[in-house]
């Protein structure tokens, strides 16, 4: 079962606004600024490498920049597409491996 970036992101968010008071610390009052902000921020960050990378691309099929500046973009959007794959694969697992623990 293959879980989307965000979908993963939308699920901690949602599950973090139901998590009950436990010593002091309330979850929904911990959102801002939280481990979800995190998450949208470094998606974010990807998709606009990633962007940049088909932008570049796309202006090398018409001639326009350096091809220096083609590869490196792509090698750039390549490394952060497989960095993010990387993470959200190790989040998915944590998630299953805290799912599977005895209570």
Known sequence: MKVGFNAAAAAYSSALGRVPSIGGIDGAAAA???FADLLKQAAAGAMGTVQAGEA????ALSGKPDMAQVVTAVSNAEVTLQAAVAVRDKVIQAYLDVIRMPI
Do not use: C, L, N, Y
């Not at 570049?56 to 202006?59: L, P, V």
């Open 56 to 59: 570049a691309t796309s202006q």
């Open 32 to 34: 801002p600024g939280g």
